[in-house]
Nanobody
Framework: QVQPVESGGGSVQAGGSLRLSCVVS????????MAWFRQNAGTEREGVAV???????RYANSVKGRFTISEDNAENTLYLQMNNLKPEDTAVYYC????????????????????WGQGTQVTVSS
């Protein structure tokens, strides 16, 4: 069973940086998507960034140019480098994994993913 576990959240001032990590255990397929989502209370979970098994990435418009998703397959770890953070980036951030065939146009849709981490809080103050 695929199990993501996030770490690295915290509190920073606007303009600062944070790096989130997600160790993913139980992966067995060479075809996959790995993604970061975020959610605030009372809102829907938003897809932030995704990487596929070819190493191609995609970002939400709100984070393009500021966030970078990457992976270290040797360490089974997914990263999200977040720079120039804004107060509106405040949320609980979740790591998600999909194994098997995928559709790129669904890659930032919550329904694509069955395996989720517990979430890590990111708070950005102005």
């Amino acid at each position: 069973q695929v199990q993501p576990v996030e770490s690295g959240g915290g509190s920073v001032q606007a303009g600062g940086s944070l790096r989130l990590s997600c160790v993913v255990s139980g992966r067995s397929s060479t075809s996959y998507l790995m993604a970061w989502f975020r959610q605030n209370a009372g809102t829907e979970r938003e897809g932030v960034a995704v990487i596929n098994d070819f190493g191609v990435t995609r970002y939400a418009n709100s984070v393009k140019g500021r966030f970078t998703i990457s992976e270290d397959n040797a360490e089974n770890t997914l990263y999200l480098q977040m720079n120039n953070l804004k107060p509106e980036d405040t949320a609980v951030y979740y790591c998600a994994a999909h194994e098997g065939p995928w559709r790129w146009d669904w890659a930032l849709e919550e329904s694509t993913y069955k395996s989720w981490g517990q979430g890590t809080q990111v708070t950005v103050s102005s």
